[in-house]
């Protein structure tokens, strides 16, 4: 009986492994974070390579490097889409303008954009503010859209 049991069980799991979505297919889209004091922004994009140019019009101050600007560093996925972070640590000046490319020369969204601290841009074009944790406390998110899957036996 035993034997039987154990190859069910067997059996189920391979089952089970055989029908389940892939892997990819249920991580959980990126979640950016911010710290208080950092000056970034984040851009979701189709694209596989993201670089940004900015600069402080009220100085006459660029803030990134030759044209067509810094690589963005890849932190994830959201909605089958890449999402890139740029975080300024060249001073205290914060951009006023920037511009999203791909490829090395082409502009998403037209090109020039308002600069917005935290900002999270999709395809270019700014979308929402990405919030800081309160000090002292931690923001905790649940994904309830995966299903769990569980054998348990006692032999």
Known sequence: MQKFYTLICTLVLLLSMTFMAPVSALAADY??????????????????????????????????AKWPGDAMTLVGTKDG??????????????PTGVIFTHDGEQKLNGGNQEFKNHGYYVEGKYTKTIETAPAGKVKVFFDNTIPQFGITSSI
Request: hydrophobic share 40%; charged share 25%.
């Open 81 to 94: 889409k890449n999402v890139f972070k740029w975080t300024y640590t060249a001073g205290t000046k914060i």
């Open 31 to 64: 979640t950016p974070v911010v710290t208080e004091n950092e000056i970034s922004v984040f851009l979701e994009t189709s694209y596989d390579n993201a670089k940004i140019w900015a600069w402080n019009d009220k100085v006459d101050h660029f803030t990134t």
